[in-house]
């Protein structure tokens, strides 16, 4: 793939996910730990969740995994919230679990 093929695809997606953003009414929930993620500007409160304790605000700390699960503690803004032991192996699993937990949080939902 072309440098500038990839230029081009990377200024496409942050022009419409920068208009997305732009129209959500409530709040914005993005993935923290993604560098295109952090450089959007939001007009609605916004809360990010990874693994960087310093600059996400919801935080999966402790993580465990074994052969058919994976615990870890989640954080927000510093503060426990709860730890999660889910029967799933995997980081990519465990990202798209905190995502779906911390907008439940958002949302008013007990986690």
């Known amino acids: 793939m072309s440098s500038f ?3 081009l695809t990377r200024l496409l997606n942050h022009i419409m996910n920068k208009e997305f953003v732009n129209n959500v009414k409530e709040a914005v929930l993005y993935y923290g730990d993604d560098a295109e993620c952090r450089k959007l500007q ?6 990010s969740f990874g693994f960087d304790i310093d ?6 700390t402790d993580i465990e995994e074994t052969s058919s699960s994976t615990s870890f503690t989640l954080l927000f803004k510093g503060n426990y919230i709860f730890t999660f032991n889910l029967p799933f192996v995997g980081r990519h699993m465990l990202i798209d679990a905190l995502g779906v937990i ?7 939902f007990d986690p």
Request: net charge negative.
């Open 5 to 7: 093929y990839v230029l």
């Open 42 to 47: 939001f007009k609605t409160p916004s809360f």
């Open 55 to 60: 600059n996400d605000d919801f935080v999966a």
């Open 102 to 108: 911390s907008l439940g949080i958002i949302m008013c």
